[in-house]
């Protein structure tokens, strides 16, 4: 599907408050509540627009910690660590990367402790060889 500048201004405009009622995001963009509907249906039917979620204010997410964890897997067993990665509350998103490393698990915990627990959960799936973490000590911007 071809991205209209009019679908990327509404689009920017979700990303920055999903919240925003269709006449508010029409006002906002200077069309009519019928042109945001029909583009929200089409953006939404295509598979553009996915869902929306709720962003946590920088206040609540600093109460816990944030890490990275860099992960080396035996050949082929990808699919089943990202699967065990899965069960695992703690870890908030899972991607496959090139380079060194195979995959990069994003984690979310309340403590030390909890990240100690999480990181030896992941040490202990089978197929996992190595991990590395980085604890995130501020955030510089984050434009999602």
Known sequence: MEISNS????????????RQSVSELARALGVSRTTVQKRLERLQASGVIA????????????QGLQAYVS??????????VAKALQRLPRV????????????????????????????????AIEGVLDTESAIVLSTKFDRR
């Open 7 to 18: 679908d990327r201004r509404l689009i920017a405009a979700l990303q920055r408050d999903a």
């Open 51 to 62: 869902g929306y979620s709720v962003k946590l204010s920088d206040g609540f997410r600093a």
């Open 71 to 80: 992960l080396v897997v035996k050949p082929q067993c990808s699919a089943p």
């Open 92 to 123: 908030e998103a899972l991607y496959a990367v090139s380079g060194k490393v195979d995959l990069v698990a994003i984690l979310r915990v309340g403590s030390p402790p909890e990240l100690d627990e999480t990181l030896d959960a992941i040490g």
